[in-house]
């Protein structure tokens, strides 16, 4: 059971905006909001912002409506699983080095007898460096450390954590990031994201490891792990759009929106 309570919350884990891509739990946005689709009518998002050094967040994932079923298999009415996570956090820098820890509380409903609630800390750092004449950036990510206040199943259960490593560098126009991460549920994986800004529009490339189990022996589930980027930036406002195959789940499509500060 303390699995099937794990795999609950590793909803978290999932990517809900362009950010979550390549790593960054809290971007420099006064104001962003994503919204996406997933496999048989599921969809999630999040809305966030900063002010003053201060961040916060707000993520979420719902099933759609299901059958709930009797044990002979007739219908008895609907469902839907529900996962909600408020983040709150403060932003530290000193010198080359930034730091942004924030705790997050994490509600989960499986189903209409089946309700939890967690607590977890995320801590995120990044450290300004040069590598071969070129600028970049050093960082760090510890998320989902916590615990659960009150369980899903019979008892209460470790968060389905991970931590990050990456290192993010390039010449202009172009920025490349890879890193590596390891995921208290799902193990070790690796990543990597290309990107090309110029003036007004920018492209991103990327591919994670942790999705290749999804390929199901079909030519396009090759892709599976794969986001291809798009975005575009008009006088303090942005507009994203990220397509992320995932092979046996089918195609997920992400929109997202941000102002400056």
Known sequence: MIWVVSYAYEVFNVEHSPWDFVREPFPEYRFYSSAYNYVAGSYGGTVGGQHLGIYGKVRFFSSGSMVMADEKGD?????SSNFLEFSL??????????????LSLRYVSLSPGSRGLALSLTLFAQA??????????LFALLDGLGYEVMPVGVGRTVQPFRGYVGLRTGVKPFVLQVGGEYRRVGGISGMFALSFQRNVWGIKLGYDTRYSGLYGGYGRDRLAGSFLGLSLRVKGFGFEYIYNPLGLFGDRHMLALYVKR
């Open 75 to 79: 219908s008895i009415g609907t469902f």
């Open 89 to 102: 956090g403060r932003s530290f820098n000193r010198g080359d080095l930034g730091i942004k820890p924030a």
């Open 128 to 137: 300004e460096i040069s590598l071969l004449r070129t600028k970049g950036a």
